[in-house]
C-alpha cells in the first residue's frame, strides 16, 4: 500500500517564504508530483521529481529524498493568489497513475 | 479541445437514480483517469483507462461504478442506483501514454474541472 502524508493547514505571510513538506512509503517509488488546487478548480502541475535534489522553476521549488521519502514544495515570494491546496502525488511503477495526499490548504495573509 | 472537458459540471440526483459522467480528454492523450473528491478529502484514484482498456480499475468502490472508453477518446462514467455517499466532485484527466512519459518528461496529469454529483 501507499502512506502519503501532508500537513492539513498553514498560514503565511504575502512576501514571505513557505515551506509544505510531503513524507511518502510506497514501493516501486517512480516519481512525486505537486498540484495546486484553487477552489472550485480543476488541479494543476507545479512540479516534478524523479531524483535526489532540487528542481527550481520561478517562484516555486521542490525537494526530494528519495531515500528519506520526503519532499517539499517552497513557495518564495509569496502572492495572496497562492493561497491554495497544495496537493502532493507518487508515482509507482511503469504507468501513470498517481495516488494523492489529503493536501495541504495554504492561505496567505496580508 | 485544448483542455479536458467534463460535463455536466454540476448534477443533482435523487438517491437511486442512475448517473452519467461524461470526459473529453486532450486530444492524443492515450491515458485517462477518473478520481473523485468528496469535501475537505484528497483525490481518490478510481479507474485508469490506456487507450480503450482499463488495466485498473481497482478504485471503483462497488460494482455500482463503472466506465468506459471509446474510440481512445470520450470516457463515461457510470453510477448506478446512486447513494448519498456518492456526493463528491469527480475529476477525469488525461496524459500522454506510458511509454511517452517515459521519453518525454514528467508524464503530469491534466485535469478537467470537475463534475460535481450531489445525491439527495
Known amino acids: 500500500g501507499q502512506n502519503i502524508d501532508q500537513p492539513t493547514e498553514m498560514t503565511a505571510t504575502e512576501g514571505a517564504i513557505v515551506q509544505i513538506n510531503c513524507t511518502y512509503q510506497t514501493s516501486g517509488f517512480n516519481g512525486l508530483f505537486w498540484y495546486q488546487q484553487h477552489a472550485g478548480e480543476a488541479p494543476t502541475f507545479l512540479s516534478y521529481n524523479v531524483l535526489d535534489g532540487l528542481e527550481e522553476k520561478g517562484r516555486f521549488s521542490s525537494f526530494l529524498s528519495r531515500s528519506k521519502g520526503y519532499s517539499y514544495l517552497l513557495l518564495k515570494e509569496l502572492q495572496m493568489k497562492d493561497s491554495a491546496s497544495y496537493l502532493c502525488?507518487?508515482?509507482?511503477?511503469?504507468?501513470?497513475?498517481?495516488?494523492f495526499g489529503t493536501g495541504t490548504q495554504l492561505k496567505v495573509e496580508l | 479541445g485544448a483542455g479536458v472537458s467534463q460535463s455536466p459540471s454540476n448534477k443533482v440526483t435523487e438517491k437511486g437514480k442512475d448517473v452519467e459522467l461524461r470526459c473529453d480528454p486532450i486530444?492524443?492523450?492515450?491515458?485517462l483517469y477518473w478520481y473523485r473528491q468528496s469535501l475537505g478529502q484528497g483525490l481518490e484514484f478510481l479507474i485508469y483507462?490506456?487507450?480503450?482498456?482499463?488495466?485498473?480499475k481497482s478504485g471503483l468502490p462497488s460494482d455500482r461504478f463503472s466506465a468506459e472508453r471509446t474510440g481512445e477518446s470520450v470516457s463515461t462514467l457510470t453510477i448506478q442506483r446512486t447513494q448519498q455517499e456518492d456526493s463528491a466532485v469527480y475529476l477525469c484527466?488525461?496524459?500522454?501514454?506510458?511509454?511517452?512519459?517515459?521519453?518525454?518528461?514528467?508524464?503530469?496529469?491534466?485535469f478537467g474541472e470537475g463534475s460535481r454529483l450531489t445525491v439527495l
Open positions: 486530444s492524443g492523450h492515450t491515458a
Open positions: 502525488a507518487v508515482k509507482r511503477g511503469g504507468g501513470n497513475k498517481l495516488t
Open positions: 484527466a488525461s496524459s500522454l501514454g506510458h511509454i511517452w512519459a517515459q521519453t518525454q518528461g514528467a508524464g503530469e496529469l491534466f
Open positions: 483507462f490506456q487507450g480503450n482498456s482499463a488495466p485498473d
